[in-house]
């Protein structure tokens, strides 16, 4: 059975940093694309930026050069690194992990709220 858990999330000021993490379990972890999504009140969930198994990465607009995402394949776990972090980053993180259309897991989020 497949398991994704995210830790790590809490309040931050603006500007501040804040780490997430995802543990996987049950799955072949190096051979999929690991991705973090975030979802706001009343908005859809949107992504973040994704990391391949060769350690390619991809970040959206709204978050290049502030987020930064690692994976540890012996550890089976990813992180979110979230500096300069603002109000609008203010969401529920998600956790992803997909090899195809048939083999697409979620976590069960973790709330990150930026606000003085």
């Known amino acids: 059975q497949v398991q994704l858990v995210e830790s790590g999330g809490g309040l931050v000021q603006p500007g501040g940093s804040l780490r997430i993490s995802c543990a996987a379990s049950?799955?072949?972890?190096?051979?999929?694309?690991m991705g973090w999504y975030r979802q706001a009140p009343g908005n859809q969930r949107e992504l973040v930026g994704f990391i391949t198994g060769g350690f390619t990465t991809f970040y959206t607009d709204a978050v290049k050069g502030r987020f930064t995402i690692s994976r540890d394949n012996a550890k089976n776990t990813v992180n979110l690194q979230m500096d300069n972090l603002k109000p609008e980053d203010t969401a529920v993180y998600y956790c992803?992990?997909?090899?195809?259309?048939?083999?697409?897991?979620w976590g069960q989020g973790t709330q990150v709220t930026v606000s003085s």
């Open positions: 049950g799955l072949p972890f190096s051979a999929y694309v």
């Open positions: 992803n992990a997909y090899y195809g259309t048939n083999n697409n897991y």
